[in-house]
């Protein structure tokens, strides 16, 4: 199993930047996908997940109308469209794939059996 997220580097706040996370080694229907960021200091937190079928989809408080994320199947790669970003945005954000059928809370970390590196985001002010 691999997840590599990609897409990270330096933006200015307000601008935008789009994550990805290129999977394999799993089949992708099986899979809630999630992405997730750690700030320096703090801890990992959930960001957004998405299920296999694109019905079930969250977003933490902090991103909503901001973050869209989306998923292909044909590339199996999902994607973290970040608009209007914060300086608060910063941190390594990772890519992680929780089984479908017994993942309960989309947001926690535990839940999550796979994960990739991170990639860095960087939010200037």
């Known amino acids: 199993v691999q997840l590599q997220a990609s897409g990270g580097g330096f933006v200015q706040a307000g601008e935008s930047m789009k994550l990805s996370c290129k999977y394999s080694?799993?089949?992708?229907?099986?899979?809630?996908m999630g992405w997730f960021r750690q700030a320096p200091g703090k801890e990992r937190e959930g960001v957004s997940g998405?299920?296999?079928?694109?019905?079930?989809?969250y977003y933490t408080r902090s991103v909503k109308g901001r973050f869209t994320i989306s998923r292909d199947f044909d590339v199996t790669t999902v994607y973290l469209q970040m608009n209007s970003l914060k300086p608060e945005d910063t941190g390594v954000y990772y890519c992680?794939?929780?089984?479908?059928?017994?993942?309960?809370?989309?947001?926690?970390?535990?839940?999550?059996?796979?994960w990739g590196h991170g990639t860095l985001v960087t939010v200037s002010s």
């Open positions: 998405i299920s296999s079928s694109g019905d079930n989809i």
């Open positions: 080694g799993f089949a992708p229907d099986s899979y809630y």
């Open positions: 992680a794939a929780a089984n479908s059928w017994t993942i309960v809370k989309t947001e926690e970390a535990y839940e999550y059996e796979h």
